[in-house]
């Protein structure tokens, strides 16, 4: 009797060590499949977070574009003025030669190259060559005078050369004009 006593305690206590590991097992396959699901749901609230947080930078810039609306449009309207259309190139060459005679300075330009129309809220342009002839002096003020903040027209010299003669210097070069 104390053999089947014994055995059957053995059998139990395997029984039982059996039931404690297989729960174990079982409760480490659940902590490891939730622990799973809980880091792709902290993963997805993080990004959530991350795109509501650029979508709040979004707005705030809107808003801020919005609120900049009514100086863009003073902007808008002072280069609305200092560009010409494209017909009003007509007369650059014209301006050129009269901007050169109130400085003192033989001055010609010429229309070369291409033509690049507006596109959105980028200036056309149109590339052009030129000469002027004159002192030192007064070809350095026509120079300023082209540049000169309400000249008529928005020109960028992309080249030029100056050759002196001793008494005047020639200058020769090529720039580009802005048209809206």
Avoid: H
């Avoid at 059957?8 to 097992?25: H, N």
């Avoid at 622990?35 to 808003?63: K, M, P």
């Avoid at 050129?96 to 690049?116: H, R």
């Amino acid at each position: 009797m104390k053999a089947m006593g014994k055995d059957r305690f053995t059998k139990q206590l395997w029984i039982s060590a059996g039931v404690i590991v297989a729960g174990i097992v079982l409760a480490a396959g659940v902590l490891g499949f939730l622990s799973g699901d809980i880091s792709a749901q902290a993963s997805a609230i993080a990004n959530d977070r991350a795109v509501i947080q650029e979508n709040a930078n979004a707005v705030a810039t809107l808003v801020q574009l919005d609120a900049d609306a009514p100086q863009a449009a003073r902007y808008q309207a002072a280069i609305d003025q200092l560009l010409p259309n494209q017909y009003g190139l007509v007369t650059f060459t014209q301006w050129f030669s009269q901007l050169g005679e109130k400085y003192g300075v033989t001055t010609d330009a010429a229309f070369q190259g291409s033509v690049v129309p507006p596109a959105g809220t980028v200036a056309g342009t149109a590339q052009f060559s030129f000469g002027a002839e004159g002192s030192p002096d007064n070809l350095t003020a026509f120079l300023d005078g082209m540049n000169a903040k309400s000249s008529g027209f928005l020109v960028s010299l992309t080249s030029f050369d100056v050759a002196s003669d001793g008494m005047n210097e020639k200058m020769t070069g090529q720039g580009v004009v802005f048209f809206q």
